[in-house]
């Protein structure tokens, strides 16, 4: 049995619950509920709030957990960072009202700065050698410098409307964040094996999730254009059509150059191009 802690309610609740679906792991959700029982794995979850997700891990109360990098960074405990699991992207940036006019991180020297991240935005002055207060709060960071409570701020950013809605502008992005898998550093071998057969579901499901299946039509005489046009997990799977001079052309595009590779295919003469979600992906 392995325990895994998820954040009870917010940001990465749904994408950790998701990802555990896509593995084929199911748990119902926690509402109301500290502790629940995997149906098919040999798994507990445990519901926490991510800030103490850090500590259960080093403690050992829980063997491995979801939770962004900026709170594993943030927490200082020793844990190890095992997977990254690319949802919950952001970034800690550094942000000053929109008039101001920035010079640079020395801007910050003397300044009073509000931030729910001590820890990160310390290591960011000390390498940029500026001497600034930090103002720690835990919530609603965005209104200190509108209250007068700090010059700038440190916090987490997305789509930035927040800051734009509170008159700020971000100045720097002093680290980029995704969710990740932690685990404890001393598990048993019994833990470590469903740790490994947790990871190797979880790539199959990220690179399913990256990939795109693609079935095209081409004349013969155009075929070799077609095939060095596409990347394929080994080479492409060509079949023979039942009409003659024709073969239908099957490989997996990865998402970020999928747009470009179709126009090219088009361009080459594929035709009755099909693209197909991938169920699960094992390279
Ligand atoms: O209750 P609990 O302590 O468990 O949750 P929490 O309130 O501390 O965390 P939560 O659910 O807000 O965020 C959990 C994690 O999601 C964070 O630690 C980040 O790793 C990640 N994440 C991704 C974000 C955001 N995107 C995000 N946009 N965390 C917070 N925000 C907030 C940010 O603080 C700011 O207030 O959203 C606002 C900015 O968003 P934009 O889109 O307006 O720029
Ligand atoms: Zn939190």
């Not at 930090?134 to 960071?141: A, L, P």
């Not at 998402?255 to 197909?276: M, N, P, S, T, Y």
Request: net charge negative.
């Amino acid at each position: 049995m392995i325990r895994l802690a998820i954040q009870k309610s917010g940001r990465l609740s749904e994408g950790s619950l998701e990802l555990l679906n896509d593995c084929g792991i199911s748990v119902s959700n926690g509402i109301g509920r500290l502790m629940t029982q995997a149906s098919n794995f040999p798994m507990e979850v445990l519901f926490l709030r991510d800030d103490d997700i850090p500590q259960y891990v080093q403690d050992g109360v829980a063997d491995i957990g979801i939770l962004g990098q900026n709170v594993v960074v943030e927490k200082e405990r020793s844990i190890d960072e095992v997977l990254a699991l690319g949802f919950s992207r952001c970034r800690l940036s550094l942000a000053i009202p929109k008039n101001e006019n920035y010079n640079g991180p020395r801007w910050f020297e003397g300044k009073n700065i509000a931030t729910s991240y001590p820890v990160i935005l310390q290591q960011f002055l000390d390498a940029n050698k500026v001497k600034a207060s930090i103002h720690e709060i835990s919530g609603s960071v965005e209104i200190a410098p509108g209250i007068g409570l700090a010059e700038g701020i440190c916090d987490i950013v997305s789509s930035g409307s927040t800051l734009f809605s509170n008159g700020l502008k971000e100045v720097e992005v002093i680290f980029r964040s995704e969710a990740v898998l932690v685990a404890n550093s001393s598990l048993s071998a019994e833990k470590k094996a469903l740790l490994d057969k947790l990871t190797f579901r979880i790539n199959a499901v990220r690179q399913s999730r990256n990939n795109k299946y693609v079935l095209l039509n081409a004349p013969d005489d155009k075929l070799q254009d077609i095939i060095s046009i596409l990347p394929g997990v080994k080479s492409p799977t060509i079949v023979p059509l039942a009409m003659k001079g024709w073969s239908s052309v099957h490989s997996v595009i990865s998402e970020d150059k999928f747009w470009e590779i179709i126009d090219k295919l088009r361009d080459a003469g594929a035709q009755g191009i099909l693209i197909l979600p991938i169920e699960k992906m094992i390279v």
